[in-house]
């Protein structure tokens, strides 16, 4: 429990059988649940994690690779079920620090926001820890995604570290999440078209010496490409419509 709220963490896991049992265990005492969602791992990582000794812990599987946005939706099914006040998300791979863990939850449970999400770019020495391709893409994706989504203030938009209240859950839930690594920007997207308040959290980037990332930029950059100019496209025409909705009519011309 946290502040009297019960807290539940997603942990997407695909081949994670080095890192798994140590992310696992490093989930704060505070956390109720820890719900890690395998998906078809061939490495054992459903079955090392299942071992973890961890309070509170699931392991939840697919029956096929469905894709790390796919996972978290059913992480976050699940927490709506057992009734979490706040669900998080945190990477199988260990590459979030746990201690950011109560800043991002905080944020939620003290009804500052109804999503918070990591921003490693506001993190003091970001350039040195983050690898040069990833600072790049993240910086322009996350540009793109204040535009699509109407987000201005927030930035990082491929940091999967967040947490999440019921009605942010509510709203994620109402539809099929991006199922693969455009999650976070649908997320985002979807956020801002119902009002939720999204606020950013500084974190500590973590690339470590054996870091590999699962990302394939080239399978990534048409479908998440699309979602953004979609998003953009529906924003624009949405806010058009409504100008025009609320337009005064024309005065009538003076009889001549
Ligand atoms: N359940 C599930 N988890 C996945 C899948 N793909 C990736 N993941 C997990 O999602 C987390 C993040 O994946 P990564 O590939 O490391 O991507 P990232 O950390 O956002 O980005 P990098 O900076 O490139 O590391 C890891 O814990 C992965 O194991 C998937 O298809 N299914
Ligand atoms: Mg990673």
Known sequence: ??????????????????????????????????????????????????????????????????????????????????????????????????????????????????????????WPGVCRVMPLPRLVGNFVLSHLTRLASGYTHVFDSQCGYTAANRRALDAILAGPVFPRYGYPNDLLIRLAAVGARAVDVPVRPVYGPSWRSGIRISRMLGPLGLLLLRAFCLRVGRGLARRLWRSEPLAELPPT
């Open 1 to 122: 429990m946290f502040s009297g709220r019960r807290i539940a963490v997603v942990v997407p896991a695909f081949n994670e059988a080095n890192k798994i049992a140590r992310t696992v265990r490093s989930v704060p005492g505070f956390v109720d649940h820890v719900i890690v969602v395998d998906d078809t791992s061939t490495d054992g990582t459903a079955r090392i994690a299942r071992r973890s000794q961890r309070r509170g812990l699931e392991v939840l599987s697919h029956e096929k690779n469905r894709g790390v946005g796919a996972a978290i939706a059913t992480g976050y099914a699940r927490a709506r079920s057992l009734g979490a006040d706040v669900a998080a998300v945190m990477a199988g791979d260990s590459q979030m620090d746990p201690a950011d863990l109560a800043g991002l939850v905080s944020a939620v449970v003290s009804g500052r926001a109804d999503y918070a999400k990591g921003n490693r770019f506001a």
